[in-house]
């Protein structure tokens, strides 16, 4: 497997669900071998976020969107203007807010070092049943996928300066970070029973 080229970036989204705070990463790759500038990122991020309100119901707030350079070595995080108090565009009520929609995340290629997952919250209730995504929760979730994918996917993503993948610390390890360990997600596959967002502490692996 060919080693992939340009900077690693470590994208965090950070929202309330119910007052409880949930967060998401993403691990991406800067398309250009010269490093894009901070705004350009921002640009993309900012389609990130948009996506992503487009699951969650509207008490759902984004506090802040944020990310940094992993490689060669981490940097200080940067915050993208213009994502603190972004809503979700879902209406109906709340589900539980510990209660996510897990996407898996395909890399074309079997084993735990080689596929990833991300739990989306702030569900609504228009999207789901007790303990699953009904129908027009998974035309949402399919959408989000083919949506993300058309932006982010590291061979015909029309987003300009940013690819989506996993990483894997067995592959890349952890200090440095390094691009031996990212992989592009070439499918996201919205899963239909409904999961419990995985405990995690705030700033920990940020």
């Known amino acids: 497997m060919a080693v992939a080229q340009g900077d690693l970036i470590q994208v965090t989204?950070?929202?309330?669900?119910?007052?409880?705070?949930c967060e998401n990463v993403f691990m991406m790759r800067n398309r250009s071998l010269s490093p894009s500038t901070d705004a350009q990122i921002d640009s993309d991020i900012v389609l990130m976020a948009q996506?992503?309100?487009?699951?969650?119901?509207?008490?759902?707030?984004h506090l802040q969107w944020m990310w940094?350079?992993?490689?060669?070595?981490?940097?200080?995080?940067?915050?993208?203007?213009?994502?603190?108090?972004?809503?979700?565009?879902?209406?109906?009520?709340?589900?539980?807010?510990t209660i996510a929609c897990c996407i898996t995340n395909r890399t074309g290629v079997a084993g735990k070092t080689h596929r990833g997952r991300t739990y989306i919250g702030g569900l609504s209730t228009n999207h789901t049943t007790p303990d699953r995504l009904n129908t027009t929760g998974?035309?949402?979730?399919?959408?989000?996928?083919?949506?993300?994918?058309?932006?982010?996917?590291?061979?015909?993503?029309?987003?300009?300066?940013?690819?989506?993948?996993?990483?894997?610390?067995?592959?890349?390890?952890?200090?440095?970070?390094?691009?031996?360990?990212?992989?592009?997600?070439?499918?996201?596959?919205?899963?239909?029973?409904?999961?419990?967002?995985?405990?995690?502490?705030?700033?920990?692996?940020?």
């Open 13 to 21: 989204a950070r929202y309330l669900v119910d007052a409880q705070l």
């Open 51 to 61: 996506e992503m309100q487009n699951l969650q119901y509207s008490g759902t707030t």
């Open 68 to 97: 940094k350079r992993m490689t060669p070595v981490a940097f200080d995080e940067h915050f993208v203007a213009g994502t603190n108090g972004l809503t979700g565009n879902v209406g109906g009520a709340a589900t539980n807010s």
């Open 138 to 206: 998974q035309t949402a979730f399919n959408t989000y996928a083919n949506n993300f994918s058309a932006l982010f996917d590291d061979a015909v993503g029309t987003a300009l300066y940013l690819a989506f993948g996993i990483y894997s610390r067995l592959l890349g390890g952890t200090n440095p970070f390094t691009l031996a360990g990212w992989q592009a997600v070439v499918q996201l596959v919205p899963q239909p029973i409904l999961g419990n967002q995985r405990r995690r502490r705030v700033g920990v692996g940020i």
